[in-house]
């Protein structure tokens, strides 16, 4: 007898389990890279230490090290386009440069732009304060998508999508009182708000781009950076 078809709930949870496997493949994979690398690191400051103490004086002026004050413009230019279902698509550039520098986004949240080095937490990461713009577009860089609230949103509706993230990878939550409606989504140049935690539209948008094709590093770790 043919087995029944998956209902839609049930493929949405095959694939968070397929996705939970993967990320803890990655993260052993990138555990041991981080030893081999560190390795190789260790014997190039050996190497470079010698190589300086052996080149003498250089008449080249030493580069000018970032304070990592001040802001700098990292957001691309163009503008929100849209969908008929209500998302909004980014269109123009972004910009995906590394920086230490506070960047000005042209949007509130952001959905792309230069960013932190270091990425955000966002495997079903709650954070109940605030976290670094920056560190979370480089979230959203690895595929993640962003759910945000202000002081507007109910504390029901916080409560239950707090309960979603956790249970969702590739997914982190945190306030953002200056964004322009109390509860929104979202992922690299796409955004979309939502009326309520029982918004059908939550689910489409976490089905669609968590991970999704929008996604500049597919498969990158949403682990490992930082946790507040």
Same mark, same amino acid.
Request: no cysteine.
């Given at each position: 007898m043919d087995a029944a078809p998956r209902t839609g709930t049930e493929q949405h949870k095959a694939r968070m389990e397929e996705m939970r496997r993967a990320? +803890?493949?990655?993260?052993?994979? @990138?555990?041991? !890279?981080?030893?081999? &690398?560190?390795?190789?690191?260790?014997?190039?400051l050996v190497t470079g230490g010698v190589v300086l103490l052996n080149s003498g004086s250089s008449d080249a002026a030493p580069a000018a090290a970032s304070d990592g004050k001040g802001g700098e413009k990292g957001g691309g230019e163009g503008?929100?386009?849209?969908?008929? *279902?209500?998302? +909004?698509?980014?269109?123009?550039? %972004? *910009? +995906?440069?590394?920086?230490? &520098?506070?960047v000005t986004y042209p949007m509130e949240p952001p959905v792309g732009g230069d960013h932190n080095p270091v990425w955000q937490n966002c495997n079903g990461h709650v954070y109940s304060e605030p976290v670094k713009n920056e560190a979370a577009v480089h979230a959203l860089e690895h595929g993640a998508v962003w759910v945000t609230y202000n002081s507007k949103a109910s504390k029901a509706d916080v409560a239950a999508l707090a309960a979603k993230v956790r249970k969702t990878p590739y997914t982190l939550m945190s306030?953002?009182? *200056? #964004?322009?409606?109390? !509860?929104? %989504? =979202?992922?690299?140049? $796409? #955004?979309? =708000?939502?009326?309520?935690? @029982? *918004?059908? $539209?939550v689910d489409k948008f976490l089905s669609e781009f968590v991970q999704g094709p929008q996604t500049p590093e597919p498969g990158a770790t949403c682990t490992g950076g930082l946790d507040r």
């Open positions: 990320q +803890r493949v990655r993260e052993r994979r @990138n555990r041991w !890279l981080a030893m081999a &690398a560190g390795t190789v690191v260790v014997a190039a503008r929100f386009v849209t969908r008929a *279902d209500g998302v +909004r698509t980014w269109k123009g550039t %972004l *910009d +995906r440069n590394h920086t230490t &520098a506070p306030p953002v009182e *200056d #964004q322009k409606d109390p !509860l929104m %989504l =979202s992922a690299w140049a $796409h #955004q979309r =708000s939502v009326t309520g935690a @029982n *918004d059908p $539209h």
